[in-house]
């Protein structure tokens, strides 16, 4: 590898001093006469420390020998203003095979200070004896630099502080928030995720880190994602391009395990009702009730289809009144899904009219509450009457309280039994308490 820097076609031929080794008497004359040119240059003992450089400009140095994956010496801080760079690759430095080094600052990171423009090749052998110096203005953050030579791995970094009495001295502002679904007791179910920011109004933000749960702080690049149930601690910090780190900060908070998946379907059943014959036939017409329950998810939705029929949503209790045979399929669904199988009830339903206990007669198909539709199908009820012929608001009542009691006492029934759901009671209920039955004007 040597060889073949040595040899680049963009260099000129090495001196044959370079391509043999160096005689003792010659290395100890080169570098007798290096130290004197420094010595006539009236630098001090660090290499590039020039008597060219004004008396408020900083020196910086950088040094390169045989070694090609490090330079031999380098700064890692420096204030911010006028500045002397020095790279220097020579004999003096240790280089005794005539190698070059280069420097080069990276220019096209912007997580770095890119306003400053240093590339350096040296060797012993250049018309400067390897030995380079650059003047620049650095301003407050951080440089990255690295050699381009094919095969190097030479990188570092130098942080650049404001001078005194001036520049950024504000650390940056940071803040961080926890996302994800919660339950009740406000912990985050399966995972929480926890993202950073951070603004700098000075030098603007270098880096952002976080640490998990007293860990050692690490680079923050996106956000967090915390899924290991228990409690936890994010703690987060920020550093500015002039060096400034801002207090530690963190949030708390708690995972717990998501619910086992629910793979199991609802349990189902449906019973029958009517007045029925010597035989068993149900006399003029039967009610179908259908119950499902799912202890994991919830029940979604049950279906029943009616003598090979397509499947219609099941709201309340299914009333068959054509003779004959029939068979009533039902099936629910959880909210997770899964469907029962199809379970039947079969049965047969013979000419006639029922037997009729009921209070009144009522045919409408909504249910009235004296002039009050209630919108609410009007349906057979377990007993064989409908609901407008239980709540009898054709009779005369001795006031308007107690017809209303006789109304609620209806409605919780019918709840009771699956006629009618919450919200089709309450919507009978308070028509029971609009109305005009029982009160002094009502008049049938």
Not at 355 to 383: A, F, H, I
Request: glycine share 10%; hydrophobic share 35%; with cysteine.
């Amino acid at each position: 590898m040597y060889r073949h820097l040595l040899n680049s076609p963009t260099d000129p031929p090495a001196p044959a001093a370079a391509r043999r080794r160096l005689h003792p008497h010659r290395v100890l004359t080169t570098l007798v006469a290096v130290f004197l040119a420094i010595c006539s240059l009236g630098a001090p003992a660090v290499y590039g420390a020039g008597a060219a450089a004004a008396a408020d400009t900083q020196v910086l140095t950088w040094t390169a020998g045989d070694a090609y994956m490090n330079y031999l010496s380098f700064p890692t801080t420096a204030v911010a203003g006028p500045t002397t760079i020095v790279f220097e690759n020579s004999a003096a430095t240790g280089n005794t095979t005539g190698m070059p080094h280069t420097l080069t600052f990276d220019t096209s990171n912007p997580d770095y200070n890119t306003d400053v423009n240093v590339n350096i090749t040296a060797n012993p052998f250049d018309a400067a004896g390897g030995r380079h110096t650059l003047d620049v203005t650095l301003t407050p953050g951080v440089y990255h630099y690295f050699c381009t030579m094919p095969g190097h791995i030479m990188t570092g970094e130098l942080t650049v502080t404001a001078g005194p009495g001036g520049g950024d001295t504000t650390a940056p502002e940071t803040s961080a928030s926890v996302s994800g679904t919660r339950d009740a007791s406000g912990a985050y179910v399966g995972s929480a995720t926890v993202t950073v920011s951070a603004s700098d109004a000075g030098s603007g933000v270098a880096s952002v880190e976080y640490a998990l749960d007293g860990g050692a702080f690490r680079a923050y690049s996106a956000p967090v994602q915390v899924g290991a149930p228990g409690q936890h601690t994010v703690a987060y910090r920020a550093t500015d391009k002039a060096g400034n780190v801002a207090a530690v900060k963190s949030v708390d908070f708690t995972v717990v395990a998501p619910p086992a998946q629910d793979t199991t379907a609802p349990e189902t059943s449906a019973s029958v009702s009517g007045t029925r014959d010597a035989a068993g036939s149900y006399v003029g017409r039967a009610t179908v009730t259908v119950t499902a329950s799912d202890a994991d998810s919830g029940v979604a939705s049950v279906e029943y289809a009616l003598d090979g029929g397509p499947y219609l949503a099941y709201t309340a209790p299914v009333v068959i009144d054509r003779e004959g045979g029939h068979t009533l399929l039902y099936r629910a669904t959880d909210r997770a899904g899964n469907t029962s199988t199809p379970q039947s009830v079969s049965l047969e339903v013979t000419a006639g009219a029922p037997p009729s206990n009921c209070p009144e007669q009522d045919d409408r198909t909504t249910v009235y509450v004296g002039t009050v539709n209630t919108g609410v199908p009007d349906r057979v009820t377990t007993n064989g009457c409908t609901i407008n012929e239980l709540i009898e608001d054709y009779r005369v009542w001795d006031n308007h309280g107690s017809f209303v009691a006789h109304v609620e006492k209806i409605v919780k029934e019918l709840r009771s039994e699956g006629v009618i759901d919450q919200r089709e009671g309450g919507r009978i209920s308070q028509a029971a308490g609009r109305s005009d039955v029982g009160r002094p004007q009502h008049d049938h």
